[in-house]
């Protein structure tokens, strides 16, 4: 027998920079955005996510009884094991449509549900946030990217109506940033970091407004 070709993991294609950015600007805003989705996950999503639960604490059972309530015929003491005091947080602070507050809208935007979540969504900001930034001026960003996130909730409420599914995460402020950036700097390319391990990797420089199109379609509308 020959020897066996390499088997090929999964194809990868994520950005990992842009061009060209503002010069001699920094983007302190974006950074701070960037610095407190980081800590908060830190300092509160990651400590609680590794903490059980009290059975006997009225935040666990409201819990209990909405996921019972989405999951009939489901034996409440399996939801309850796999329930951490991260869930419990989630259900009490995010913000859920059927009885929304101020506070829960805007420090929803700060709370993530996983590494994968925080990082997917900071590497895009940190790509595409400067830019908007610098353009916006940096109260005018910041104003931005909290209405935009405002907004973005607002369409996922018409979309899924009055439900009690908490809902967390930048995505939706950055989808606004994405969307700011396809039609600010249309001449602007991304890196892609393409690779197909072990035979293949590269870094293409592609048309901004090709990548972000494809995102867009595969990211907002494809799931809807």
């Known amino acids: 027998m020959g020897p066996r070709a390499p088997a090929l993991g999964p194809p990868m294609i994520f950005p990992i920079g842009d061009t060209p950015n503002p010069r001699r600007f920094t983007a302190w805003v974006n950074l701070g955005l960037i610095a407190l989705n980081v800590l908060v996950y830190l300092l509160l999503s990651l400590p609680l996510s590794l903490q059980a639960v009290d059975p006997a604490d009225p935040a666990t059972r409201e819990l209990l009884a909405a996921l019972a309530a989405r999951n009939p015929g489901v034996d409440p003491a399996l939801l309850l094991v796999s329930l951490d005091r991260w869930d ?19 420090g929803s935007m700060f709370l993530h549900s996983g590494v ?3 990082a997917g969504n900071m590497l895009f900001l940190w790509i595409y946030g400067d830019n908007i930034e610098h353009r916006l001026g940096r109260a005018g960003y910041l104003f931005f990217w909290l209405a935009a996130g ?27 940033v994405l969307g700011a950036y396809f039609l600010l700097f249309p001449r602007n390319r991304v890196r892609l970091l393409v690779a197909l391990f072990p035979i293949y990797v590269n870094v293409l420089l592609v048309p901004a407004r090709l990548v972000l199109g494809a995102y867009l379609v595969l990211d907002n509308l494809l799931p809807v």
Request: hydrophobic share 55%.
């Open 88 to 106: 419990v947080f989630v259900q009490a602070h995010a913000f859920v449509a059927t009885r929304p507050t101020l506070g829960a809208l805007f």
């Open 150 to 176: 405002v907004v973005a909730t607002g369409g996922q409420v018409l979309l899924n109506g009055l439900t009690d599914v908490p809902m967390i995460g930048a995505s939706g402020a950055i989808s606004g």
């Open 116 to 118: 994968a979540h925080l």
